[in-house]
Nanobody, 116 residues
Framework: QVHLVESGGGLVQSGDSLRLSCQTS????????MGWFRQAPGKERELVAA????????SYVDFVKGRFVISRDNSKNTMSLQMNSLEPEDTAVYYC?????????WGQGTQVTVSS
């Protein structure tokens, strides 16, 4: 019954911004770490950003550090990823996920395409 719905992706140009949203249901959202993963064509799915249940200790993969900001609203069971200064290398399908356990349930993802 865990349900994750990503939205907010789109086609943008290099340097633009997007804000992704993850709407969740079916579990006690506030006690779970949450994160954003992405999968580019021909690449493995990778963790991009994570945040603990209380909204503290955000962490980021090196390539997005300083450009992306992860946040959550436990009153709405939602998580967001603000993506600034987007680059073509950010092109991927973006997925939200929870821990524990990572990788157990996935949503449909949202496509982010960044043109140069």
């Amino acid at each position: 019954q865990v349900h994750l719905v990503e939205s907010g992706g789109g086609l943008v140009q290099s340097g633009d911004s997007l804000r992704l949203s993850c709407q969740t249901s079916g579990f006690d959202f506030s006690i779970y770490d949450m994160g954003w993963f992405r999968q580019a064509p021909g690449k493995e799915r990778e963790l991009v950003a994570a945040i603990n249940g209380g909204g503290a200790m955000p962490s980021y993969v090196d390539f997005v550090k300083g450009r992306f900001v992860i946040s959550r609203d436990n009153s709405k069971n939602t998580m967001s990823l603000q993506m600034n200064s987007l680059e073509p290398e950010d092109t991927a399908v973006y997925y939200c996920n929870r821990n524990p356990p990572w990788h157990y349930i996935w949503g449909q993802g949202t496509q982010v395409t960044v043109s140069s």
